[in-house]
């Protein structure tokens, strides 16, 4: 049989709002979706690193809005499918029409691994106004196989076209992936999805895992642009899948161009594994608690590892950054330093 094609969902212009504390501008949007375009990447996904209406203090606010964010790469892509990223709570109904008329092909929803029910009613607002709709789980490493198997099989109930599972602390090995990958492509009908991150160095050998166990749908930023250690490096997967015969419809010169232009223009370094982004994997805590997590040691004179290590005690999700100041003061007040 010959290797099945895989499609390359590109997340540069989404998840790499996270390293830059979403101050991406349009010029910057422009430039990066048309060589992505250019590239023959199939889907790009754009907006605020937490998605569409999540512009906001507690988790940063956006240099740019989502209208303009949206529109402009739109107006820059004339091949490549433009999707966005929600989350209940943060966006409403009302964005996701008005992202819907900048012309998104696809919007997926996320919900943490346990909560996909919080996805219903936005699935079926984006079937109804004729795009894409995708469920997606984060944090999936805290679900069994089979409990992310029925999740899943709930959100396609609700009306989601493709289900994705993010790693969202770049904590998996490959055997972890291949068993959750496996349980879902058993349980759904749908395409499926895997979003790998890179803190433990394994979100290439992650993604190839999923891709054997049935995935076939892959996420990866241009030279890994992503939170903390960064995401799946998505030249190299490009070039990982066409060594195992996997076609993508990328141009394989032309994506590794695009990264190029990513690294002059994004990004003030192209992410690598410190010792934070270690312990984060090691911890299972979202890799986009990095920077608040190093600001509020700092401040308080305590170890970044421990405070990982004391966040990953509480299995905090995303959107919990409100608990790193008590996992601080936890530990200040055991005389904890550095």
Request: hydrophobic letters at 45%; glycine letters at 10%; proline letters at 5%.
């Amino acid at each position: 049989m010959n290797p099945p094609t895989v499609t390359v969902h590109d997340s540069t212009l989404r998840d790499g709002q996270h390293a830059v504390r979403h101050q991406l501008d349009a010029d910057q949007i422009r430039a990066y979706a048309a060589a992505a375009d250019t590239a023959g990447v199939p889907v790009l996904e754009v907006g605020h690193g937490n998605g569409i209406g999540a512009s906001s203090r507690q988790v940063g606010l956006s240099k740019t809005d989502d209208v303009t964010m949206l529109a402009t790469a739109r107006e820059a892509m004339p091949h490549s499918r433009l999707a966005t990223l929600m989350l209940p709570g943060w966006a409403t109904s009302t964005d996701l029409r008005s992202a819907i008329r900048q012309g998104v092909d696809i919007v997926r929803v996320a919900a943490h691994c346990t909560e996909a029910d919080v996805t219903e009613r936005h699935l079926g607002v984006i079937r109804d106004l004729g795009a894409e709709a995708q469920g997606v789980l984060l944090m999936s490493h805290l679900a069994a196989p089979e409990d992310l198997a029925e999740q899943c099989q709930r959100m396609v109930g609700y009306g989601a076209q493709a289900v994705c599972i993010f790693d969202s602390a770049g904590t998996y090995l490959p055997e972890a992936v291949t068993a959750r990958i496996t349980a879902i492509t058993t349980a759904v009908d749908v395409p499926v999805a895997f979003h790998g991150h890179n803190n433990l160095g394994m979100a290439v050998a992650n993604s190839l895992a999923a891709v054997r166990a049935g995935a076939r749908v892959l996420d990866a930023c241009a030279r890994g642009f992503g939170a903390g250690a960064g995401n799946t490096q998505l030249e190299v997967l490009v070039a990982v899948l066409e060594r195992y015969g996997h076609p993508t419809g990328i141009g394989l010169r032309l994506v590794a161009q695009a990264a190029d232009l990513a690294e002059r223009t994004l990004m003030p370094a192209p992410p690598t594994i410190d010792s934070t982004s270690l312990v984060s994997g090691l911890a299972g805590v979202f890799s986009g608690f990095k920077k608040p997590v190093l600001a509020a040691a700092q401040r308080a004179g305590v170890s970044p590892w421990d405070v990982f290590v004391e966040l990953g005690r509480r299995r905090v999700i995303a959107g919990q950054e409100d608990l790193i100041p008590e996992a601080v003061n936890t530990l200040t007040s055991l005389g904890e330093r550095p």
